[in-house]
T-cell receptor, first 115, second 109 residues
């Protein structure tokens, strides 16, 4: 079974530029998560989708971050404009459904460096 | 205070040693997850447990619900086990994972 795909793997931009990340979850997985992981810390949930609807985006900095999952399959996360503190690894994960016992499968991540 | 605490933060050991990583949590949970993250790589789920003990190859995970504590053990450690090991808790009240900060493990040959 193919895993969660993410692109690009690495991105370097200057502050105030825009950037977009793409995620394709495991086929059939209804729930998709975007996490931000700053070096030395655990992942922080930015947004969770159930099919094409948002379940939780309480920790998404909405003034600069946006995410969509229009057809309920793949998803994009955008940062506009980027700040230095956005340098992190952005992880996408998917699970069959939402629930405490649903195992999340993670993609390889996108490492963003903001200069 | 973080709701999920891991120790140690960093651990260096020689190949073949028995490794223990600890995780304590302060909230009511439904499940405790152990995950592995290699440098530059994504995260792989190792175990999800809500009671007792699970074993997979050289990895063993245990949980004590009363003491709100879980451990991850690696027997006959190998340099390829070098990674960051993270514990994360699924809370009773919602579906989100509360993450520990991770333990960076280095196994020297």
């Amino acid at each position: 079974e193919a895993g969660v795909a993410q692109s690009p793997r690495y991105k370097i931009i200057e502050k105030r530029q825009s950037v977009a990340f793409w995620c394709n979850p495991i086929s059939g997985h209804a729930t998709l998560y975007w996490y931000q992981q700053i070096l030395g810390q655990g992942p922080k949930l930015l947004i969770q989708f159930q099919n094409n609807g948002v379940v939780d985006d309480s920790q998404l900095p909405k003034d600069r971050f946006s995410a969509e999952r229009l057809k309920g399959v793949d998803s994009t996360l955008k940062i506009q404009p980027a700040k230095l503190e956005d340098s992190a690894v952005y992880l996408c994960a998917s699970s069959l459904a939402t629930g405490v016992y649903n195992e999340q499968f993670f993609g390889p991540g996108t490492r963003l460096t903001v200069l | 205070k973080n709701e999920v605490e891991q120790s140690p933060q960093n651990l260096t050991a020689q190949e073949g040693e028995f490794i223990t990583i600890n995780c304590s949590y302060s909230v009511g949970i439904s499940a405790l997850h152990w995950l592995q993250q290699h440098p530059g790589g994504g995260i792989v789920s190792l175990f999800m447990l809500s009671s007792g003990k699970k074993k997979h190859g050289r990895l063993i995970a245990t949980i004590n619900i009363q003491e709100k504590h879980s451990s991850l053990h690696i027997t006959a450690s190998h340099p390829r086990d070098s990674a960051v090991y993270i514990c994360a808790a699924s809370m009773d009240s919602n579906y989100q994972l509360i993450w520990g900060a991770g333990t960076k493990l280095i196994i020297k040959p």
